[in-house]
């Protein structure tokens, strides 16, 4: 089955560095690949996703980049700012999906 | 607006006792999943449903049931609960045409003493 890998764990930046979350999965059949925010005691927020006929996905700060060959996806998010700070999550499938680990974001004014 | 509920949102309960969290959605999706999130695990898939009647088992189903007699509620049983089920469950649907792009409801954390 898929098997999903999320670094770094934990990230730390100033506001308005760029952050950059790596995942990579195993099963060359997913071909969908979300990415999630979480804030403390919410669910999880889709925040951009991105198919695996598409190579790279920007929505205004956010930006997601698939390489199927290597398989691994990247979360990008330029000039920071404090309330970016969560639990960033993600997750690749067919249908289903199976999520990574997470990683904690936190933004220091 | 249209929206997925769980409740209750916190509950505290014993080993060996019967325990239903309700997921509840108005966006007349037809596919609801569950969820349990823990410390080191992410997001592992608890059960699943595709429409009205259907079930099937996720990557950690052992101990826990679900039924789907309409669209909009996919409630979870834990049969009989254990320490090892104290964990923050959440409820997520999607959309026929695209089961993978799913929206997550608030969660249900859920203590066994």
């Known amino acids: 089955g898929e098997n999903v890998e999320q670094h770094p764990s934990t990230l730390s930046v100033q506001e308005g560095d760029s952050a950059v979350i790596k995942c990579t999965y195993s099963d060359s059949a997913s071909n969908y690949f979300p990415w999630y925010k979480q804030e403390l005691g919410k669910g999880p927020q889709l925040i951009i996703d991105i198919r695996s006929n598409v190579g790279e996905k920007k929505d205004q700060r956010i930006a997601v980049t698939l390489n199927k060959t290597a398989k691994h996806f990247s979360l990008h998010i330029t000039e920071t700012q404090p309330e970016d700070s969560a639990v960033y999550f993600c997750a690749a499938g067919f249908q289903k999906l199976v999520f990574g680990t997470g990683t904690r974001l936190l933004v220091s004014p | 607006d249209a929206e997925i509920t769980q409740s209750p949102r916190h509950k505290i309960t014993e080993t060996g006792r019967q325990v239903t969290l309700a997921c509840h959605q108005t966006w007349n999706h037809n596919n609801m999943f569950w969820y349990r999130q823990d410390l080191g695990h992410g997001l592992r898939l608890i059960h699943y449903?595709?429409?009205?009647?259907?079930?099937n088992k996720g990557e950690v189903s052992d101990g826990y049931s679900v039924s789907r007699s309409n669209t909009e509620d996919l409630p979870l049983t834990l049969e009989s609960a254990a320490s090892s089920q104290t964990s923050v469950y959440f409820c997520?649907?999607?959309?026929?045409?695209?089961?993978?792009?799913?929206?997550f409801g608030p969660g249900t954390r859920l203590l066994v003493l």
């Open positions: 997520a649907s999607s959309e026929s045409d695209s089961p993978e792009t799913q929206y």
């Open positions: 449903s595709y429409g009205v009647q259907d079930t």
